[in-house]
């Protein structure tokens, strides 16, 4: 029977909780970043020149920002369940494992019993 997982060895869940960690730190980053070019532009560009196609890359850039900001926040939504799961998988593996303990204690001292009652018909 497989051992509870430890640290040393993650599970396949702790790795795809590192991997979506670090997705979400680049996607915060992005979100990040795009909200300095939208609000450079914003402020740089004088507002009678916020028209046509400059008007259009600004109104892009802030939906961008808002749908990489959602994407994010997703994110941090699947990586706490992620980790909800990984608590409980831990927390059924050492019930399972304690819970074999138990058997295989009881299951030897049935045994050890059944040697005793079979040694003295023996005699």
């Known amino acids: 029977m497989p051992q509870a997982q ?3 060895n993650p599970t396949a869940l702790e790795h795809a909780l590192d991997k979506n960690e670090a997705i ?20 740089e560009v004088p507002a009678h020149l916020q028209t046509g196609e400059v008007a259009q890359a600004i109104e892009r850039t802030e939906q961008l ?6 994407s994010a926040d997703e994110l941090a939504q699947v ?6 799961e990984i608590s409980l998988r831990a927390d ?6 304690s819970a074999q303990a138990a058997l295989d204690q ?16 023996a005699r």
């Not at 299951?107 to 079979?118: F, I, M, N, P």
């Open 79 to 84: 990586n706490l369940a992620l980790k909800e």
């Open 106 to 121: 009881t299951h030897g001292h049935s045994k050890a019993k059944d040697r005793t009652v079979q040694g003295s018909a």
């Open 65 to 70: 920002e808002s749908r990489i900001q959602n």
């Open 6 to 8: 430890n640290d040393s």
């Open 24 to 43: 979400q730190e680049a996607v915060e980053q992005s979100a990040a970043e795009l909200c300095v070019v939208n609000a450079v532009l914003t402020q």
């Open 92 to 97: 059924l593996e050492r019930q399972l494992a």
